[in-house]
Structures are given as C-alpha cells and as structure tokens.
C-alpha cells in the first residue's frame, strides 16, 4: 500500500505564497504519477495539478495556471507544490493523490490513493 502525507497547509493573505509538501511511501515513488487536487465546502473536488514519474512533464487546472507550480523529488519520495499570488477562491482542503501507473493523473479516475488532506486558507 501507499501512504501520502501531506503538510505545508495553513493561513496566508490574498497575494502571499505558500508550499505544500507530500510525502509518499510503501511503494517505489518514481513509478507514480502524481497530483494534487482540492475540494471548498459544498463543491466537487477538482484537479489541481499533476506531474508524470519523472517530473518531465506537468499540467494544471486553468484556475492555477502562471500561479502554482507542481515538481517532485524522487530522491526523497516528495512532491512539493508551490502556490504564489493567492487568492481567496483558493481556499480549500487540499489533497496528494498517486495516480495508478506512471502517467500524469490529471483527473479523478486515474488516482489509485489519496492523502489525508491540508488545509489552506486564504483571508481577504
């Protein structure tokens, strides 16, 4: 089985920056694509971003593009993801999610095992 867990989540003001990390464990790290994706009371979980085994490629949701950025360490069974210009429609609880093979998983289908979730809020 794999384990995801995430931290990095928290309180920070519109236009400020803030990075999650995610790290996995229970399987080779390398061999996962992974995500990220977050869910605001009352809405539907939605991509976020994702990054295939190698870190050689990645995809965002329209709503984050130019803003965050998703990389990976494999060294270190992490993948990080760095939000910038935030903005109070971010707010949500955000989730690390392997996807089930090495691909990029950029929907909910493709997403084998999910983190515990963090949450980040963005104050007006």
């Known amino acids: 089985q794999v384990q995801l867990v995430e931290s990095g989540g928290g309180l920070v003001q519109a236009g400020g920056s803030l990075r999650l990390s995610c790290a996995a464990s229970g399987r080779t790290f390398s061999s996962y694509g992974m995500g990220w994706f977050r869910q605001a009371p009352g809405k539907e979980r939605e991509f976020v971003a994702a990054i295939n085994w190698s870190g050689t490629m990645t995809y965002y949701g329209d709503s984050v593009k130019g803003r965050f950025t998703i990389s990976r360490d494999n060294a270190k069974n992490t993948v990080y993801l760095q939000m910038n210009s935030l903005k109070p429609e971010d707010t949500a609880v955000y989730y690390c999610?392997?996807?089930?093979?090495?691909?990029?998983?950029?929907?909910?289908?493709?997403?084998?095992?999910w983190g515990q979730g963090t949450q980040v809020t963005v104050s007006s």
């Open positions: 999610a392997a996807g089930a093979r090495n691909l990029a998983p950029t929907d909910r289908a493709r997403i084998a095992y």
